[in-house]
């Protein structure tokens, strides 16, 4: 086995001389939950139309419950076989569904990336005065805009193939800057919201921040909407089991608390600072509904704001164009690694010159967290009701499978059925993810029970 492999241990579990303390897990959900993305979160949760009270007891309940399935559901299992994901689906599924696995992955990162890019093209947008995107705009407004997207995914694109070491190492320096600026993000707007008591603040709250009127061609948020948003906003790191590959190095099970940090940092304080921020420029004029972070930023914190929109899309953009590259090259390990991430990252460039995937990225997280959400259910279902049902876990591996049927088949069907319901029933994206986990767990455990009773 190569020195490369053991000293990441793709492929074997981590020995337990190995596994690292809680700093390390509370420091990393930090610093990859404060995101540029943030920018765009907490004004469409206001363009969706969502009341101050539905926003926020909804997102301490949806953020608890992410937490919880981390806890519960993800460190189990990883602890307790201490491997990648992707070294568990090769066991359970073959090489060649990690292959379809990594391809999906892949390309899905790339339209995550893209919505980074964006973010930070909308400081430089803003410094030279660029027009931004309107709120219900498809396609590049200008060609000033156009150049100044791919510039900038192509420098983060460069830098991730050649550089993510110093930028990783740099990005956990300023992830408490960037909390700090996010908060300080939020106080800035208290003037120009004619806020200055707690009794004012959540009075400003329910009539001019989060009024519950939501805009042409949106849908109404409700607390459930709020809930399930931030619960399976990041279905695919816990019911998905994609941080399996971080928490296999936990010590400790209570370590899986440390989303903590990242779900109350970023996906509440951040989301109200940004929101707030939204709602300044709507009370200056409320024809003015574009969604641009920088522009945004701005307004009420000038240069600063420019830099913490800056650099908060660009250090989160450069670690998924990173992971983007690899996923790609994990189909054929003989292609380079430099190359193939400068690919992913033009990808990327060029899905981000679209406005239509910022001005819905809400609905673009959740379609990302569904369509790999069934391979984490087929993960907990091998883990826990193969033997109980006299069954064999890592069925292919043991075969020397390459194709195993029944995680395909539940993955596809899966992703199936909830199509299904949400055209025969209209139920919408954010919702699907609960009852898809459901029957990708029962339609693993029937179809293995054929296909194992079959192959003897």
């Not at 709020?226 to 990041?234: E, L």
């Not at 300044?280 to 000038?302: C, E, F, H, I, R």
Request: glycine share 8%; aromatic share 16%; hydrophobic share 55%.
């Amino acid at each position: 086995m190569s020195k490369e492999n053991v000293s990441e241990y793709e492929r074997v579990p981590v020995p337990e001389s190995k596994t690292k303390g809680a700093k390390a897990f509370w420091g990393l959900f930090a610093s990859e939950h404060v995101a540029g993305t943030e920018l765009l979160i907490g004004p469409l949760f206001l363009v969706h139309g969502v009341a101050a009270f539905d926003l926020f007891i909804g997102l301490i309940a949806g953020n608890l419950l992410a937490v919880l399935s981390w806890r519960y559901l993800t460190v189990p299992i990883a602890m307790k076989y201490r491997l990648t994901l992707y070294m568990q689906m090769e066991k359970i599924g073959g090489r060649n569904l990690v292959v379809i696995y990594n391809f999906v992955n892949g390309l899905l990162w790339c339209f995550l990336a893209a919505a980074m890019i964006f973010v930070s093209a909308t400081a430089i947008i803003a410094a030279f005065h660029v027009t931004p995107p309107s709120l219900d705009a498809v396609y590049p407004n200008n060609l000033w805009m156009v150049v100044i997207v791919l510039a900038v995914g192509i420098l983060i694109s460069i830098i991730a193939a050649r550089g993510y070491d110093a930028v990783s190492k740099f990005a956990n320096y300023v992830a408490p800057w960037m909390v700090v600026l996010f908060i300080v993000l939020g106080f800035t707007t208290l003037p120009y919201l004619n806020i200055h008591s707690f009794q004012d603040f959540w009075d400003k709250a329910q009539t001019v921040i989060w009024t519950g009127v939501n805009q042409p061609g949106y849908v109404k948020f409700t607390i459930w909407h709020i809930i399930f948003y931030s619960w399976f906003g990041n279905m695919v790191w816990h019911i998905g089991m994609g941080d399996l590959t971080v928490f296999r190095y936990a010590r400790k099970a209570r370590y899986g608390f440390a989303p903590l940090s990242g779900m109350f940092l970023g996906h509440y304080i951040a989301w109200i600072c940004a929101g707030m921020l939204y709602a300044v420029q709507l009370q200056a004029d409320p024809n003015n509904t574009a969604v641009s972070p920088g522009t945004l930023a701005a307004s009420t914190m000038g240069v600063a704001g420019l830099l913490l929109v800056l650099v908060s899309g660009w250090t989160t953009a450069n670690p998924i164009i990173y992971r983007a590259g690899l996923a790609f090259q994990a189909i054929n390990r003989k292609w380079s690694r430099v190359t193939i991430t400068l690919i992913a990252g033009g990808i990327a460039s060029v899905i981000g010159i679209f406005p239509a995937l910022s001005m819905n990225f809400l609905n673009v997280t959740a379609m990302y967290g569904l369509l790999l959400m069934p391979v984490g259910a087929v993960i907990f279902a091998d883990c826990y009701f193969m033997k109980p049902l006299g069954m064999t876990s890592f069925f292919a591996e043991k075969k020397n499978i390459k194709f195993y049927l029944p995680p395909a088949l539940a993955w596809a069907l899966t992703l199936g059925v909830c199509l299904w319901l949400n055209l025969a029933y209209d139920l919408q994206v954010f919702f699907l993810g609960l009852p898809g986990w459901f029957i990708s767990v029962a339609l693993y455990v029937g179809l293995s029970l054929y296909f194992q009773r079959k192959k003897g």
